[in-house]
């Protein structure tokens, strides 16, 4: 599948970092079935870029980890169609994310595994945002979300890693 992951970065970022964010893109795109060619934009910032744009799309005046923004209102399990894809480029754009690096780092030391997995992890959860998942019950909302979360990143060989 030609799909295609376009990165923007804000702040400083490792090249190897932003392989892991297009292979985690792909992976989750593959994993969840998506037989369109797709465009995902990302842009990687830090706590401040984040933090403004949370106020300004949200209404939330803190940083976070990861912020999506779906171009297509989809049920879990549904795919982007043919029909929705640009005719210049012949591909759906599927949404935008936007990963704050500064807060991955230190989600990755808070929490006791790389920060490859925190960088990975997030951006297969955008993923799953864009394609109508989410996680605002705790219970099987959330349930099912986490459970394609780890076996994308298990295929990409990103195991969740004991503290």
């Not at 970022?13 to 297009?22: F, G, M």
């Not at 982007?80 to 480029?89: I, S, V």
């Not at 230190?106 to 951006?123: D, I, M, T």
């Not at 955008?126 to 780890?150: F, I």
Request: charged share 30%.
């Amino acid at each position: 599948m030609e799909h295609e992951v376009y990165i923007e970065a804000e702040v400083e970022t490792p090249p190897a970092v932003e392989e892991q964010i297009r292979r985690s893109v792909l992976a989750a795109l593959e994993g969840e079935g998506v037989d369109v060619p797709c465009i995902v934009e990302v842009c990687v910032t830090g706590d401040a870029g984040i933090r403004q744009t949370n106020l300004d799309m949200r209404g939330v005046d803190r940083p976070t980890d990861v912020l999506s923004f779906p171009m297509f209102e989809l049920s879990p399990g549904e795919k982007p169609r043919q029909e929705w894809a640009d005719p210049d480029t012949d591909k759906v754009l599927l949404g935008d994310m936007m990963i704050s690096l500064e807060r991955a780092n230190a989600q990755a030391e808070e929490f006791g595994h790389s920060p490859e997995r925190e960088v990975c992890y997030l951006a297969v959860h955008s993923v799953l945002h864009l394609l109508g998942y989410d996680h605002l019950d705790e219970g099987p909302m959330k349930a099912r979300m986490r459970e394609r979360e780890e076996a994308i990143l298990g295929k990409l060989g990103i195991a969740r890693e004991a503290p």
